[in-house]
């Protein structure tokens, strides 16, 4: 049992080149996140994914897509990156229990874009 | 837009020492969670809160969630050397998180 896994680990792009950021979970959680974490300003939402089929913007979601492949994958991609999209991303997945939502974090990506 | 604020953002204290987070909001959650993280690596989940005035324990930590559900508190008993990370607050709301800035933790042996 993995978890959340994370690739690549890490990564260089010259501004303007594209990538995609992929996650997958073997917990069999519905729910699938990709986030974004700069010094001093915590997670920040970029997408989400309630359920397989279904994706929806989060609070950051300018210069990304996201693409549900099924149950298991959730990938972000980066069409034209850009210097501002130099960050550490995380992807999470969440399972409901009770009242909460608990989510798991993968190892993390880290992106620079020179 | 709801947020969370966090203080202190930095905390750098001696091994054996106590010390408490806090977390804070204008807006009221649904539960609130709490979250370590290691340099290079995810955020951990440590506790959920769920109802106003509830206290969690684990181990050396207490955790209080406010009785209007707005904020929350973290309170380290002994700090050791292990317990040094990255602190986060988050507030839920639906399936969704809000997550505070964080507390970045040293503790000094």
């Known amino acids: 049992n993995a978890g959340v896994t994370q690739t690549p680990k890490f990564q260089v792009l010259k501004t303007g080149q594209s990538m995609t950021l992929q996650c997958a979970q073997d917990?069999?959680?519905?729910?699938m996140y990709w986030y974004r974490q700069d010094p001093g300003m915590g997670l920040r939402l970029i997408y989400y994914?309630?359920?397989?089929?279904?994706?929806d913007k989060g609070e950051v979601p300018n210069g990304y897509n996201v693409s549900r492949l099924n149950k298991r994958e959730f990938s972000l991609r980066l069409e034209s990156a850009a210097p501002s999209q130099t960050s550490v991303y995380f992807c999470?997945?969440?399972?409901?229990?009770?009242?909460?939502?608990?989510?798991?974090f993968g190892p993390g990506t880290r992106l620079t874009v020179t | 837009t709801q947020l969370l604020e966090q203080s202190p953002q930095f905390l750098s204290i001696q091994e054996g020492e106590n010390l408490t987070v806090y977390c804070n909001s204008s807006?009221?959650?649904?539960?609130l969670q709490w979250y370590r993280q290691e340099p290079g690596e995810g955020p951990v989940l440590l506790v959920t809160?769920?109802?106003?005035?509830e206290v969690k324990k684990l181990k050396r930590l207490t955790f209080q969630f406010g009785d209007a559900r707005k904020d929350s508190s973290l309170h380290i008993t002994a700090a050791q050397p292990g317990d040094t990370g990255l602190y986060l607050c988050?507030?839920?709301?639906?399936?969704?998180?809000?997550f505070g800035a964080g507390t970045i933790l040293r503790v000094k042996s």
């Open positions: 988050a507030g839920a709301g639906g399936n969704k998180l809000v």
């Open positions: 809160v769920v109802t106003g005035g």
């Open positions: 917990m069999n959680h519905n729910s």
């Open positions: 999470a997945s969440s399972v409901y229990s009770g009242l909460i939502y608990e989510q798991y």
């Open positions: 807006s009221v959650f649904s539960s």
């Open positions: 994914s309630a359920s397989e089929g279904t994706t």
